[in-house]
């Protein structure tokens, strides 16, 4: 079973519109970490956003913040006033347990911002 | 200077030859991954590394072998590559003393194979 799943493979939004990709996770795990990243054209990963599975608040990094729903095991990203820069594809990806293993990733959402 | 850094960026290479693909780290980070990319299944694991004397197999190890030469070096062969193999590949980085810490990315291989 998939640990990670990212169910819109595409997505379109317009400039300075607010999007959420979505993300859902399985994990049996008391401990974890999701993160999130973005990959524009150029290929490099970009770490944006860390949510603690203990964290009792939703993380916020600027423009970025993570509905973070436990109960219902999914972390959405959620982008503010969209950017034609934020046009990427974004990967959820997620840490079990005490830190001793690697990262899981989604196979990802691309995101297009329309001008 | 980059902190993690992957030669070559591209290759380009034939059905059965032998490749190596090379990652330094300055982070001063203990634990190295080996990652490849391939449209629409996202980012699958090949191997890591928490220490120089630690290697364990990823998802999809089979196909290919590592060397942690150094804590700072890590090292992904093909024995003999196959069209299959054509991806892209990521190295990436962490550090033990904080599991919240994100890993961190090189900037990628890009490996075609004819």
Same mark, same amino acid.
């Given at each position: 079973?998939? +640990?990670?799943? #990212?169910? =819109?493979?595409?997505?379109?939004? =317009?400039?300075?519109?607010?999007? *959420? ?47 973070? =729903?436990?109960?219902? +095991? ?8 969209? =950017?034609?820069?934020?046009? @990427? ?27 | 200077? @980059? ?23 300055? +982070?001063?980070? !203990? ?19 928490? !220490? ?16 942690? #030469?150094?804590? @700072? +070096? ?6 003999? @590559?196959?069209?299959? #193999? *054509? ?24 490996? *075609?194979?004819?």
């Amino acid at each position: 079973a998939q +640990k990670i799943t #990212q169910t =819109q493979p595409g997505m379109f939004v =317009q400039e300075k519109e607010a999007v *959420t990709l979505d993300c859902t996770y399985d994990t049996s795990d008391p401990s974890y970490g999701l993160f999130w990243y973005k990959q524009p054209s150029s290929g490099e990963m970009i770490f944006l956003i860390y949510q603690g599975s203990y964290d009792q608040q939703n993380a916020t990094e600027g423009r970025y913040s993570l509905n973070f =729903q436990k109960a219902r +095991k999914s972390a959405n990203l959620v982008i503010s006033a969209s =950017q034609l820069g934020d046009s @990427a594809m974004y990967f959820c990806a997620m840490r079990e347990g005490d830190g001793n293993t690697p990262l899981v990733f989604g196979k990802g959402t691309r995101l297009s911002v329309i001008a | 200077d @980059a902190d993690v850094t992957q030669t070559p960026r591209n290759r380009i290479t034939k059905t059965g030859k032998r490749i190596m693909l090379e990652c330094s780290q300055t +982070k001063g980070h !203990d634990r190295m991954y080996w990652y490849r990319q391939d449209p629409g299944l996202g980012l699958r694991l090949i191997y890591y590394s928490f !220490d120089v004397k630690d290697i364990n197999k990823g998802e999809i190890s089979d196909g290919y072998s590592v060397s942690r #030469q150094a804590q @700072a +070096k890590f090292s992904l062969s093909l024995e003999s @590559a196959i069209p299959n #193999q *054509t991806a892209l590949y990521f190295c990436a980085t962490s550090d033990t003393s904080n599991w919240r810490d994100t890993q961190y990315f090189g900037p990628g291989t890009r490996l *075609t194979v004819l």
